[in-house]
């Protein structure tokens, strides 16, 4: 029996390792979405994410192995070709800045659901002028028994919603962008130029935020009343901090899955099923909250009490992200996590 434990134990292990050294790839190639009113000359993709080594992770085999993902042609060529083969290129001259694109999985009881993060610059080419006409971020989610498949979906609708909020934007206002220098970089613009938004400038209003887009420009989309009760925090390394409950005034109801709620001037980000205060030091944010296990999750920064995916699988990752205080700095253009430091740490 031993003998026979140890030859399966020996197997999974063996199987792990081939899995995980592959990568699966996707293309773009053939995904359809529909901007039928939409057009843009996209002259230039460029590629500034964080990691280039894959466009994020997926899960292959009975035992949901997680394995990197890339694209089948290089990231520029999939991106572009498939932006190409979707907008009528009649318009004003662009060039997209990809900050991130990351795919990742999480798997339920009965279903999978596949998330695709994508952010974006979008450059406005004016004769020999760039200026930044827009900054998304945006988040699109799958479901199914099996979404390793759909990925390439997912994507296609990560970029349909980007273009959707460009296709919101007066470029003929130029005035009101941010010029850049010829190479198109930030690093010669000041921080106040860079970013002058509401959030920054502005008493933050009252209400519900349901995404960063709302946060940075101080416009809640539901202020509807609610009020916030607080629980002591009793555990290391989150003594003497206080959980925050906000809840409808009307039903009691609890306030959740939104991007953060502001009351009476203070802002309180919603992350890991919990609300944590936001803090505005002139053009930085940043918050303290819980760690985050799996640390596939992290696009920069030191990794967070060295923990692995494989944790997520055995149902730790709750009891193991109340272990850690994390302070995480958010990119202050699209609300993305930028800089993140694990502070505590209980064993």
């Known amino acids: 029996m031993i003998l026979r434990i140890s030859l399966i134990t020996i197997c999974l292990v063996f199987v792990w390792n081939i899995a995980s050294s592959q990568t699966h790839f996707f293309t773009l190639t053939g995904q359809q979405i529909d901007l039928p009113n939409y057009s843009f000359n996209v002259t230039k993709v460029i590629d500034e994410r964080v990691d280039k080594s894959n466009i994020g992770w997926t899960q292959k085999g009975m035992a949901n192995i997680k394995v990197n993902a890339g694209f089948t042609d290089s990231f520029e060529n999939e991106i572009i070709d498939f932006i190409n083969h979707n907008l009528r290129a009649n318009g004003p001259n662009i060039q997209l800045i990809v900050r991130k694109l990351k795919i990742s999985e999480k798997t339920g009881l009965s279903k999978e659901t596949g998330f695709c993060e994508l952010a974006i610059d979008f450059l406005l080419e004016e004769e020999s002028q760039k200026f930044m006409a827009l900054q998304t971020s945006v988040t699109t989610e799958v479901t199914g028994m099996d979404v390793t498949k759909k990925h390439p979906h997912n994507i296609a609708s990560a970029f349909k919603l980007s273009f959707e909020k460009l296709a919101l934007v007066d470029l003929s206002d130029t005035e009101n962008f941010l010029a850049l220098p010829s190479d198109g970089s930030f690093t010669q613009i000041s921080d106040s130029l860079k970013y002058s938004f509401p959030v920054f400038l502005q008493e933050i209003k009252t209400g519900i935020y349901a995404d960063y887009e709302e946060l940075k420009n101080n416009s809640p989309s539901n202020t509807e009343d609610f009020y916030i009760e607080k629980k002591e925090r009793k555990a290391n390394p989150w003594n003497g901090t206080f ?26 980000v919603y992350h890991q099923k919990e609300f944590f205060p936001l803090t505005i030091e002139k053009y930085k944010l940043y918050f303290y909250g819980y760690g985050v296990p799996d640390y596939q999750s992290l696009s920069t920064g030191a990794m967070i009490g060295g923990l692995i995916g494989a944790g997520i699988a055995s149902g730790i990752e709750n009891s193991n992200a109340k272990k850690q205080k994390v302070k995480y700095y958010l990119n202050p253009s699209t609300g993305e996590f930028e800089e993140i430091i694990l502070e505590k740490e209980v064993k």
């Open 243 to 268: 959980e925050v409950i906000p809840k409808f005034q009307e039903s009691a109801q609890k306030v959740k899955k939104v991007w953060a709620i502001a009351l009476d001037g203070q802002i309180y």
